[in-house]
Structures are given as structure tokens and as C-alpha cells.
């Protein structure tokens, strides 16, 4: 049993977040409350700074190029979510997005990143990807908000959406069902990490992806590395027998793209292109 004694609009995200850290403290000894207690508290900051972040409209998409291999010409983009603190300062979502997952808050954020990235697509005419979480997919509120939009979006052949956390997937009919009403708007499909955790081939096959993406771990040092360069041949051989496109992650330097390009991967994201940004910073940037 948890307990929170917040504010009516924080009731459900701190009931949860006390369950999450009481089921730690259950299998712990006494003389780890203290720390419990104030990794609660710190915790509980967080709820409230993401709580004002999106009362506050606070919560802005940033975008990474993607581009063709053999040209360097950006294809598409990848839309990614980042926190405007009070002060202006940009906070990465590596420090937010796991206690927005525990405070019930997460979907809201996802929302967000739907709204303005379908907003950019439609005024700058880009294709654009979008991460999607188990969690996401299984929301029946974000699925009735995501195909309400998509139904009367007229570019939606712009968009990727990209599966994250793909391994977690215990029901696949459920989720092919999500899929198949998703490219039913004429929206494709992602793996995001593949080569990592639990990924493998039957798993891709069974998600009826149009594109995988290889995970960045084997990418940063394929140039040095000849295991992880073989891991991704045969990655990217199975994928043209499958007529799957693959994009390489984590290009951060030369000597990387050129070795992807041995490979024959069709695009490549990562620093060496650029790094996420604003899309008016991209614009000006890339002379668009």
C-alpha cells in the first residue's frame, strides 16, 4: 500500500512514486530508510518540476539530422524531447524521462513531442521519426490521441514512428494490431537499438518493421572494433534480404562513415552530421 498527502493534482503521479520506492525499501534493511527517505524527496522535486514543465509548456522538441549515406543530404529527422527549466537552461531527458515513467507522467511528454513534431512537418516539409515506448503503445489514452491526430494529418507518409524498448514487448498482437493501424495512415515503422538487449531476427520479423536501426554500442567503434564490424554485416545483410532500410546511429567521426559506407548502411544519424538543435537553429545551420 503507498500513500500520498500532495496536492489533488499530484495525488496519482506521488501514489505511484511512493509504490515504485516502497517495494524497494520492502526488500532492504531499516538502516536504508534514511537514504530511501531522501531519494523520495528528491524524487518527488521531480514530479513537481515535470508537472510545471508541462503546465508551463515547457517541454520543447529538438531535432537530429538524418541523412543518406551516399549523398550526406538530409533525408529526415529525428524528433527528440528536451526540458526548458524556469531559467532557460535545457535539460537532456536522460534526467527526466525514467521519473516521468514513474509518476504517471510520461504520456503527457509523449503528447507533447506528437503535437509539435506533426506542426513542423506540415509548415517546413520534413519527414520526421518519433520515439514510441511500450509504454506509449499500451496507453489507450495516447493511442486515441495519436490516431486522432494522424486521421486528420494530411502528410502522414512523412512520419517514422520508431519502436524504443523494443525487447519488452510481451503481447506482439497487440502491438502488430497498433503497427498495422499506424501504416494504415501511411505512416512507417522503426526498430530503434537493434543488436542490443533481447533484439533479434525472428523478433524483427515478427514487428513487421520498414526500418531498423543499429544500435549506437555497436556503431562507436566499428572503426576499431572488427567484431561489432561483423556483427553489423551480418545485421545489415539480413536486412536487404528482407528489403529493410537501416540507419547507422552514433556517427560521430569520419573514420565511422566510412566504414558505414562499406557497409552499404543507407542513412547515418550521429554527431558527425549534427547534433540535436532546435529546428530553426538546424535551419540556419544548414542554410535550409
Excluded at 67 to 85: F, H, N, S, W
Excluded at 214 to 231: A, C, R
Excluded at 262 to 272: A, F, N
Amino acid at each position: 500500500m503507498a500513500l500520498s498527502f500532495e496536492e489533488p493534482t499530484l495525488l496519482l503521479s506521488t501514489v505511484n512514486l511512493a509504490k515504485t520506492y516502497a517495494k524497494g525499501l520492502a526488500s532492504s534493511t531499516y538502516s536504508l530508510a534514511t537514504s530511501f527517505e531522501e531519494q523520495y524527496k528528491k524524487n518527488l522535486e521531480w514530479v513537481y518540476k515535470i508537472r510545471n514543465a508541462l503546465l508551463e509548456d515547457r517541454f520543447i522538441v529538438y531535432f537530429q539530422p538524418i541523412v543518406d549515406t551516399k549523398t550526406q543530404e538530409i533525408a529526415k529527422y529525428e524528433a527528440l524531447i528536451r526540458m526548458k527549466e524556469s531559467d532557460g537552461s535545457i535539460l537532456s531527458p536522460y534526467l527526466f524521462l525514467e521519473q516521468a515513467k514513474r509518476s504517471n507522467q510520461y504520456i503527457e511528454i509523449t503528447k507533447k513531442v506528437i503535437e509539435q513534431t506533426l506542426m513542423h512537418i506540415s509548415e517546413r516539409k520534413i519527414r520526421c521519426s518519433i520515439n514510441l515506448t511500450i509504454e506509449d503503445i499500451e496507453s489507450e489514452n495516447l493511442q486515441s490521441f495519436l490516431f486522432e491526430h494522424l486521421q486528420n494529418f494530411d502528410e502522414c507518409n512523412k512520419i517514422t514512428f520508431e519502436l524504443v524498448e523494443s525487447e519488452g514487448i510481451n503481447n506482439f498482437e497487440d502491438v502488430n494490431e497498433f503497427i498495422q493501424k499506424i501504416k494504415s495512415f501511411g505512416c512507417s515503422i522503426a526498430i530503434d537499438d537493434f543488436g542490443t538487449g533481447y533484439s533479434n531476427f525472428e523478433y524483427l520479423l515478427k514487428l513487421q518493421a520498414d526500418t531498423i536501426k543499429i544500435d549506437g554500442s555497436l556503431i562507436k567503434n566499428i572503426d576499431k572494433d572488427q567484431d561489432k564490424y561483423d556483427i553489423v554485416q551480418t545485421i545489415v545483410s539480413f536486412a536487404k534480404i528482407k528489403k529493410l532500410k537501416v540507419i547507422a546511429e552514433f556517427v560521430s567521426s569520419k573514420e565511422i562513415y566510412e566504414k558505414i559506407k562499406m557497409l552499404d548502411i543507407d542513412k547515418c544519424q550521429g554527431y558527425y552530421f549534427g547534433e540535436p538543435k532546435p529546428f530553426d537553429a538546424i535551419i540556419t545551420c544548414h542554410g535550409m
